[in-house]
C-alpha cells in the first residue's frame, strides 16, 4: 500500500505560481513512476507531468516550459512547480504514483483566476 498526501493547491491570478507538492509514505520501494493528473469540471482525468524512478519525465504539451516536476527521494516527496499560470490550468490536481496499481491522492484545487 502507498499513501499520498498533497499540499499546496489555492487561488493564483494570471500569469502567478504555485508549487504542489506530493508526500508519498508505506511501500515506497514498490513505486515504478509518480506524477500529476489534474481533472477540470465537465472533462476527463488527464496527465500533466510524470517522473519515472529512473528519472525520466513527460510532461503535457499543454504544460512545457511552464510546469517543472521534480521529486526529493530523501523526503519521498514529488513537487509540481507551475509557473506562468493560466484559467485554464483551474482544475483539481491529483498525485499518482504507479506500482502494482495505481494509487492517487485526495486531490488539491487549483483556480487561476482574477
Known amino acids: 500500500q502507498v499513501q499520498l498526501v498533497e499540499s499546496g493547491g489555492g487561488l493564483v491570478q494570471p500569469g502567478g505560481s504555485l508549487t504542489l507538492s506530493c508526500a508519498a509514505s508505506g511501500s515506497i520501494f514498490s513505486i515504478n513512476g509518480m506524477g500529476w493528473y489534474r481533472q477540470a469540471p465537465g472533462k476527463q482525468r488527464e496527465l500533466v507531468a510524470r517522473?519515472?524512478?529512473?528519472?525520466?519525465?513527460k510532461y503535457a504539451d499543454s504544460v512545457k516550459g511552464r510546469f517543472t516536476i521534480s521529486r526529493d527521494n530523501a523526503k519521498n516527496t514529488v513537487y509540481l512547480q507551475m509557473n506562468s499560470l493560466k484559467a485554464e490550468d483551474t482544475a483539481v490536481y491529483y498525485c499518482?504514483?504507479?506500482?502494482?496499481?495505481?494509487?492517487w491522492g485526495q486531490g488539491t484545487q487549483v483556480t487561476v483566476s482574477s
Open positions: 517522473i519515472s524512478r529512473g528519472g525520466s519525465i
Open positions: 499518482n504514483a504507479d506500482s502494482s496499481r495505481f494509487y
